[in-house]
């Protein structure tokens, strides 16, 4: 049998029975494959998983001073030599066990799916540490190809273990329920400007002349300066985080989807992106380095041009104007999700990377 260890960037619950309505990576049942894994042929897998512990003060020094998952890392290396394969999902975690595993020379196999970007960010005294770490690591997964340009410049010794994967979305939980949509549009927001570019959403909707309401949900008020000195325009909602079937019926319930997305140069917003085109939903979204390689503009989604409010009223206007553009994008956008973009096909990509070597 072999013994996998998976450690993830976010808090897991054991639960007894698995609930649809929870998202699969949130939860570990008993008796069942994690997440992804359950995907992975093999049934002769005995994973564990170590979620993240979110602890007040430590948590603020890891985020803004470290930039590591340090004392979830210091809880891994005492077990590493126990396990045929490690995988870490977010390499803030994963750093600490490869230097470790560098120094130590252990033989375990450790794969890292580099969600965040590592490399552009990383002080200058840090690069060494993670050239080391980097030594170590047998697979690197990118979910965004615009992040290969960062190992390029600062860690090319990687390039030949690194593989772009696309991200993959429980389809099954984003099955489309045929919600006639109401009268408004809608856009998911999770925290402030560094998350979403509100100014120009916001001033590209002040600038429509037709009666349409703006729903954003997962925000109940915005400060100054996600505003950006604008005003909230007339017409706009906002609805607080809500449980996930809540959620997905007011994504549904709308007309279309807008994700004003920030400049990043690595994953963001993906996964926004697929759970609304999951549902069948036309999406407009930014023009970013973490959605280009997930969207043929004008076929499942439309793009408008970074941070350019001009152009994001002028696709509002053309799909308020064109009911059956929404439609046609909405449908091309399950397509897609079903064809490329799942949670299966994500899982089948890493199980034929990393099979030869445990």
């Known amino acids: 049998m072999k013994k996998i260890l998976m450690s993830v ?4 619950k054991r639960v007894k029975n698995y609930d649809k309505k929870k998202y699969p990576a949130d939860v570990l049942v008993d008796d069942e494959k994690y997440w992804f894994l359950r995907h992975w042929p093999e049934n002769n897998l005995k994973v564990d998983v170590l979620g993240y512990k979110k602890i007040s003060l ?3 020094i890891e985020k803004k001073i470290l930039h590591f998952h340090l004392f979830q890392s210091l809880r891994i290396l005492t077990k590493m030599k126990k396990y045929d394969l490690l995988i870490f999902f977010h390499s803030q975690i994963g750093i600490i066990p490869a230097l470790f595993k560098s120094i130590f020379k252990l033989k375990t196999p450790l794969v890292l799916i580099d969600v965040e970007g590592l490399g552009r960010k990383n002080s200058w005294y840090l690069k060494p540490l993670i050239k080391k770490a980097l030594s170590a690591v047998n697979l690197l997964f990118y979910l965004a ?4 340009k960062d190992y390029e410049k600062y860690y090319p010794e990687i390039i030949g273990r690194t593989k772009f994967i696309p991200f993959g979305l429980d389809i099954d939980r984003f099955e489309p329920q045929n919600i006639s949509p109401d009268n408004y549009i809608i856009s998911l ?12 959403l916001f001033e590209a909707f002040g600038k429509l002349n037709g009666k349409i309401d703006l729903v954003v949900i997962g925000k109940e008020s915005f ?5 950006n000195g604008l005003s909230l325009p007339e017409g706009v909602r906002t609805i607080p985080f809500s449980p996930l079937e809540t959620f997905k019926k007011y994504i549904e319930s709308s007309l279309f989807v807008i ?3 920030p400049y990043r140069a690595h994953s963001h917003g993906q996964m926004s992106l697929l759970e609304s085109m999951a549902l069948g939903k036309a999406v407009i979204v930014a023009k970013t380095p973490g959605v280009v390689d997930y969207i043929e503009d004008g076929k499942n989604a439309l793009f408008y041009e970074l941070a350019n409010s001009f152009d994001l009223k002028e696709k509002i206007e053309f799909l308020l104007n064109n009911p059956s553009e929404i439609e046609r994008l909405g449908a091309n956008a399950r397509k897609s999700v079903e064809l490329y973009y799942n949670e299966k096909n994500m899982a089948q990509n890493i199980y034929f990377a990393v099979k030869d070597l445990c």
């Open 9 to 12: 960037g976010w808090e897991v």
């Open 259 to 261: 994700l004003p997305l």
């Open 189 to 200: 927001g999770y925290g402030g400007l560094d998350s979403r570019d509100w100014p120009t």
């Open 223 to 227: 400060s100054k300066n996600e505003l």
């Open 58 to 60: 430590l948590s603020l």
């Open 145 to 148: 190809r615009v992040q290969k």
